[in-house]
């Protein structure tokens, strides 16, 4: 409803998920902070605000993980996959060990200054379709990919800018179809000024057809000329 907030804090969840959350007003905000979690870690959050100036969905300063290596995720969304992208998240500061955030259709993102580690069942971070500033991040030791950039041919205008994370030892799954970053369909970010090493089989995997990936000031684990 209009002029709603909405805070969860200070909470330590022992079982079950974390909660479907969605917001639909632009003056409406939500906000999930300093939260504990050692058993269970799935959120979906949907934010259908366009245009906003402030950050309609905060995920900030959270201790999240998994017991059982399942599906649990962070599941953050604008829309679905053939609408436009719309809302406004930030998400920063967060420990998770083993859950992956996934990202869908978004018009605003912000990911920031957060550890992601021991994801088993997806990738570790997973971009669709959204608008999104992945910075100084530790994404260390998942299963899959640990950053994955796809947009389809409807969303060529969003752009995706990967920088100053560490991005290493990803892929301890040993496929080849994974990289410490993969990127598919249309999409075109910008990979800036990581320090990406030691993923099994490819530190970058440009699997589109359509861009080249602009990949520079990297560090990849010995000296770059």
């Given at each position: 409803r209009s002029g709603a907030l909405l805070r969860i804090e200070n909470n330590e969840f022992n079982d079950g998920d974390l909660g479907r959350y969605e917001v639909n007003d632009t003056t409406t905000q939500f906000y999930f902070r300093n939260n504990i979690s050692t058993s269970r870690g799935y959120m979906d959050v949907k934010s259908t605000v366009e245009n906003s100036s402030t950050y309609q969905v905060t995920i900030e300063g959270n201790q999240l993980s998994t017991s059982n290596n399942s599906w649990d995720q962070l599941y953050l969304r604008g829309g679905n996959w053939n609408q436009e992208v719309k809302g406004s998240f930030l998400v920063k500061d967060n420990t998770l060990d083993g859950i992956s955030i996934s990202i869908q259709n978004i018009e605003q993102l912000l990911v920031q200054?957060?550890?992601?580690?021991?994801v088993q069942s997806s990738n570790a971070v997973q971009l669709n379709n959204s608008n999104a500033v992945v910075e100084n991040n530790t994404i260390q030791d998942n299963r899959y990919s640990g950053v994955y950039v796809y947009n389809d041919f409807g969303h060529q205008a969003v752009t995706d800018t990967i920088r100053n994370n560490t991005i290493v030892s990803?892929?301890?799954?040993?496929?080849?179809?994974?990289?410490?970053?993969?990127?598919?369909?249309?999409?075109?970010?910008?990979?800036?000024?990581?320090?990406?090493?030691?993923?099994?089989?490819?530190?970058?995997?440009?699997?589109?057809?359509?861009?080249?990936?602009?990949?520079?000031?990297?560090?990849?684990?010995?000296?770059?000329?």
């Open positions: 200054n957060n550890t992601i580690t021991n990803n892929n301890t799954y040993n496929n080849s179809y994974n990289a410490g970053v993969y990127v598919e369909g249309y999409a075109n970010p910008v990979i800036w000024y990581n320090d990406i090493y030691d993923n099994n089989y490819y530190e970058i995997r440009n699997n589109s057809t359509v861009n080249d990936v602009n990949a520079k000031y990297n560090w990849w684990g010995e000296e770059t000329w």
